[in-house]
C-alpha cells in the first residue's frame, strides 16, 4: 500500500507564505491523480489544487494566482506553495493520489495544519 505524508504547515501572518511537501513511499504506482485538499470543522474536504502526470495543474477558484502546485516524479513527491495567504485559508491541509481510472483519490495524508493570523 502507499503512504504520504504531508510538511510544512504551520502559523503565519496574512500575506504571508508557506509550502508544504507531500512524500510519497510504499508501494508507490503512477499518482494519478494526485492533489491537495483542505478542510476546516464542520465542512467536507475541498479540492485545492490537483496536478496531471504531465504537469498540468488545475485550482480551485479561491487559490487561484496565489497558489502553485508542482510535482517532482524522480522523488515522489508533490509541492504547494502558497502565497498571499488569507485567514480564510485556514484549513488542515492533505495531499492525494490514486491509481485508478475513474480519478479516484484512494490514499491521503495525515494532514497538516495552515493557521492564517490577521
Known amino acids: 500500500q502507499m503512504h504520504l505524508a504531508e510538511s510544512g504547515g504551520g502559523l503565519v501572518q496574512a500575506g504571508g507564505s508557506l509550502r508544504l511537501s507531500c512524500q510519497a513511499s510504499?508501494?508507490?504506482?503512477?499518482?494519478?491523480?494526485l492533489g491537495w485538499f483542505r478542510q476546516t470543522p464542520g465542512n467536507q474536504r475541498d479540492m485545492v489544487a490537483t496536478i496531471t502526470t504531465g504537469g498540468v495543474p488545475d485550482y480551485a477558484a479561491s487559490v487561484k494566482g496565489r497558489f502553485t502546485i508542482s510535482r517532482d516524479d524522480a522523488k515522489y513527491s508533490v509541492y504547494l506553495q502558497m502565497n498571499d495567504l488569507k485567514p480564510e485559508d485556514t484549513a488542515v491541509y492533505f495531499c492525494?493520489?490514486?491509481?485508478?481510472?475513474?480519478?479516484?483519490?484512494?490514499?491521503w495524508g495525515q494532514g497538516t495544519q495552515v493557521t492564517v493570523s490577521s
Open positions: 510504499g508501494n508507490i504506482f503512477r499518482l494519478n491523480p
Open positions: 492525494a493520489a490514486g491509481d485508478n481510472p475513474q480519478g479516484r483519490f484512494d490514499y
